[in-house]
T-cell receptor, first 114, second 109 residues
Framework: DSGVTQTPKHLITATGQRVTLRCSPR?????VYWYQQSLDQGLQFLIQ???????AKGNILERFSAQQFPDLHSELNLSSLELGDSALYFC?????????????FGPGTRLTVL | SQQGEEDPQALSIQEGENATMNCSYK?????LQWYRQNSGRGLVHLIL?????REKHSGRLRVTLDTSKKSSSLLITASRAADTASYFC?????????FGTGTRLQVFP
């Protein structure tokens, strides 16, 4: 158990809908990262927050947004969902702001868009 | 596009044998990390090697890094059925950790 929690575990929704994925980092970790894993794209970095502020951006679509709250939990919002958004979404956390530190991954949220 | 390409894509061996996975990357790095992922689950950090290091050991794991060739290898010695998983290299440069395509390792008892 990494100490990172993600909810929900599974999410099934329809195209055009909007969903919110939630992540709680390990106790004491200030950075939260979001990744998308799909069969065709592999594991893609989406975005990093550090202590409430956006720190780095990867291949995140404009339809997706994230935020980190004062209690350090983070939410990833996916809107206008398309079939191709079906994937595993992972949250990870680390102590400092450098992404090169060891990252601790949550169990993931499996999103299925029908 | 992804930074790391791993080779082979899949590897099947018997328990007790050694498994070697290779990772090639394209740009400069600050460090390179290896992670393991059991089927459909979260990734687990295995080992980190800095750009000024050439070799690192952790238990049955040995990692090498050749920055001149932009490549790294992960060796798992005396493999066990429990080592069955996907293994990813990840390169860190500036502000992002970028993952490779992964090697799927199957260890048969």
């Amino acid at each position: 158990d990494s100490g990172v929690t993600q909810t929900p575990k599974h999410l099934i929704t329809a195209t055009g809908q909007r969903v919110t994925l939630r992540c709680s980092p390990r106790s004491g970790d200030l950075s939260v990262y979001w990744y998308q894993q799909s069969l065709d794209q592999g594991l893609q970095f989406l975005i990093q927050y550090y202590n409430g502020e956006e720190r780095a951006k990867g291949n995140i679509l404009e339809r997706f947004s994230a935020q980190q709250f004062p209690d350090l939990h983070s939410e990833l919002n996916l809107s206008s969902l398309e079939l191709g958004d079906s994937a595993l979404y992972f949250c990870a956390s680390s102590v400092g702001f450098l992404a090169g530190n060891e990252q601790f991954f949550g169990p993931g949220t499996r999103l299925t868009v029908l | 596009s992804q930074q790391g390409e791993e080779d082979p894509q899949a590897l099947s061996i018997q328990e007790g044998e050694n498994a070697t996975m290779n990772c090639s990357y394209k740009t400069s790095i600050n460090n390179l990390q290896w992670y393991r992922q059991n089927s459909g689950r979260g990734l687990v950090h295995l080992i980190l090697i800095r750009s000024n290091e050439r070799e690192k050991h952790s238990g049955r794991l040995r990692v090498t890094l050749d920055t001149s060739k932009k490549s790294s290898s992960l060796l798992i010695t005396a493999s066990r059925a429990a080592d069955t998983a996907s293994y990813f290299c990840a390169t860190f440069f500036t502000d992002k950790l970028i993952f490779g395509t992964g090697t799927r390792l199957q260890v048969f008892p």
